[in-house]
């Protein structure tokens, strides 16, 4: 038998994938109460989180119960038609017929779908549903995934389609439908050819709850990682579980990948009798960020989404917006929709892991990266650590030279001087040294945590440098008296840290580079800080 695999592509299966028990990821009793109640409700997630690996075993569980029909349809075939909502209703219509023909073997579905064709174009998918609904001696439970790909009025169709038979459930209409995509319906903001624009809530009204796919707890991380343990002998480090967890705090597509890299890709671990250890799965973590696959692509196109950008901007810049009320809370919550921030009660909004707090500053300098000429031997020191004064001398010199021209060409302009020392750093840490990153909303500073392994392997000695990122904002003793408060905390968070540095970027034009250019060594209980000013 061939062993299973991690899946990063495309729904569950078993019997090639290691797997979670789909209907253990959401409240399948609070979803079977719904559909007893003949309710129509959301489920939505981000992308690549598991939602219709979650719908097929719904809709399986649901016709093994022998209740209801439980049809599932993927409607993402009428994204390309766009406004065209004729064809798209008919491919829905085409999709719906084609999925129960699967399921059912007969003809009631094709009947229906004739006669619906004969009476009238505004209403085919109504009328459908309902001629539908009538041949069947069951109620019918419909599971419509990607419903937001659609868009303009062949999206706002559909939903009034399926809203105008509601008061016709169970005999003339489904049971219950259940909505499936990125987005919760409420969100939609559907602009029609005609430029008016629509909002999901008002087209979809009869909507009675919005349910939201959760991501793997730790638990369900270790219990993946430990299938492919039984099934093959391979043996992971316990020490690797809280550096996924951290990575990715759940986010499937991404523990997959990480196990599929650290198990499959990374060539030399195929030999089932080599331990997984934590510097294989660091390895693994940025393979997959240099690689910028499918997901990480997909993550990058909604970087450049106004609404994402007015929210994120902040975060890199050290904004106190969204303490102040000047971020649209519509937009917090769409971009926590799209699984790139957390927003937990009583804590500041977050980016939602170390992979995509990683990805987000990395590709917004992607190319500045690739322009830049500093070589990593420049500033090694004869142990292999990093000679952190001598970079950061250079960076002052660099961004002195270089930050109104290239700052300006960044899409996220705000963060230019955040996002130049970063890539700066970038080149001279990249393939042998990770940076840790931690910013967010209202914290008013950047941290960052350069790991540099001093050896091969795992274990060795790791040279470990904090550097504390802050816009000046009023007096400068003020700032700096704040800056080295909250670098020396870090540090002591960090622990083991052989250096701090505070850098103070002064972007409000008032002085001269000979002015904003300078550094001194500042001490905060009992620890020498070295204080930068570009």
Request: charged content about 25%; glycine content about 6%; overall charge negative.
């Amino acid at each position: 038998m061939e062993e299973r695999t991690f899946n990063t592509a495309g729904p569950q299966k078993p019997k090639l994938h290691y797997s979670i028990e789909p209907l253990s990821r959401f409240d399948l009793d609070d979803i079977l109460m719904l559909i007893r109640q003949e309710r129509y409700f959301v489920l939505h997630a981000p992308r690549q989180t598991g939602k219709t690996s979650c719908l097929l075993a719904l809709r399986d569980y649901l016709n093994k119960e022998g209740k209801y029909l439980a049809v599932y349809a993927n409607v993402e075939g009428g994204q390309a038609s766009r406004n065209d909502k004729d064809t798209v209703i008919r491919s829905t219509v085409d999709t719906l017929m084609g999925e129960y023909r699967l399921i059912a073997k007969d003809d009631k579905a094709d009947k229906a779908r004739i006669s619906a064709m004969e009476l009238s174009t505004d209403s085919v998918l109504t009328q459908f549903l309902s001629l539908w609904c009538q041949s069947l001696d069951k109620p019918l439970v419909l599971l419509i995934d990607e419903i937001d790909s659609l868009v303009g009025d062949s999206l706002v169709s559909v939903l009034r389609q399926l809203r105008s038979g509601y008061a016709n459930r169970p005999a003339a209409f489904p049971q219950s439908v259940i909505l499936c995509g990125v987005r919760d319906v409420r969100d939609y903001r559907i602009v029609l050819s005609n430029q008016d624009i629509v909002t999901g809530g008002s087209a979809f009204n009869i909507k009675a709850k919005s349910l939201r796919l959760g991501n793997f707890s730790k638990d369900n991380i270790h219990e993946l990682f430990m299938q492919h343990t039984r099934e093959t002998g391979q043996v992971f480090d316990e020490d690797c579980f809280p550096i996924i967890w951290s990575a990715t705090e759940g986010q499937p597509w991404l523990v997959n990948a990480i196990g599929l890299e650290v198990t499959y890709n990374i060539r030399e671990n195929r030999d089932r009798s080599v331990r997984i250890t934590p510097d294989m799965v660091e390895r693994a973590i940025e393979n997959i960020i240099y690689r910028r696959d499918t997901h990480i692509d997909i993550l990058i196109n909604i970087l450049k989404e106004d609404r994402v950008k007015r929210v994120i901007q902040p975060m890199l810049t050290n904004s106190d917006d969204a303490e102040d009320g000047n971020i649209p809370s519509d937009d917090i919550q769409y971009v926590e929709d799209m699984g790139l921030i957390k927003c937990e009660r009583g804590k500041a909004i977050r980016i939602s892991n170390n992979i995509y707090r990683e990805i987000i500053p990395r590709e917004l300098t992607w190319s500045t990266q690739r322009m830049m000429t500093q070589q990593p031997l420049w500033y090694m020191n004869p142990d292999n650590s990093i000679n952190m004064e001598k970079l950061l001398l250079d960076f002052q010199q660099f961004f002195r030279q270089n930050a109104d021209s290239w700052i300006g060409s960044f899409d996220y302009a705000e963060a230019g001087p955040q996002l130049l020392l970063q890539a700066f750093l970038q080149c001279i840490v990249n393939g042998g040294g990770y940076i840790d990153r931690e910013y967010g909303l209202g914290r008013r500073r950047t941290d960052l945590l350069i790991r540099k392994p001093l050896t091969d392997g795992y274990g060795g000695p790791v040279q470990r440098v904090v550097l504390e990122l802050k816009i000046r904002r009023g007096a400068l003793e003020t700032v700096i008296a704040e800056g080295l408060e909250q670098t020396f905390a870090y540090m002591d968070l960090c622990g083991s840290v052989d250096e701090g540095h505070l850098i103070i970027f002064d972007r409000s034009g008032e002085k001269s580079w000979d002015e904003r250019i300078w550094h001194e060594r500042r001490s905060f209980a009992g620890r020498d800080i070295m204080v930068w000013g570009m």
